[in-house]
C-alpha cells in the first residue's frame, strides 16, 4: 500500500514537472508578438522626409494646443545646442 502511494506521487510530480519544461528563450514570446504587431517595421527609414525638422519652441506650440496648458516661453536661438566633447 505504501509502495502504491510513493509510486503514484513520483508519477504525479514527475507529470507536473514535464509539464512546465520550457525550451524557448526568455522573451521570444513578447519578441514575436512585437513582430507580429508592428505593421511597418521600416516605418522610421520610410518617413524620414515626412518628419518635420523642428526644434522645441516650433513644437512647443502645438504641445500647448494639445493639452491646453500654457508654459513659460521657451528661449533660444537656431544653433545648434550640441555639446561638444561630450563622450
Known sequence: MMNVRITAVILGLSTILIGCANDAPLGSHVAKLRVAQTYDPNATQD???IVPDG????TEGAYQAYTGKESSS????SESQVLEGFN
Open 55 to 58: 526644434n522645441g519652441e516650433r
Open 47 to 49: 518617413n524620414l522626409g
Open 74 to 77: 521657451l528661449q533660444g536661438s
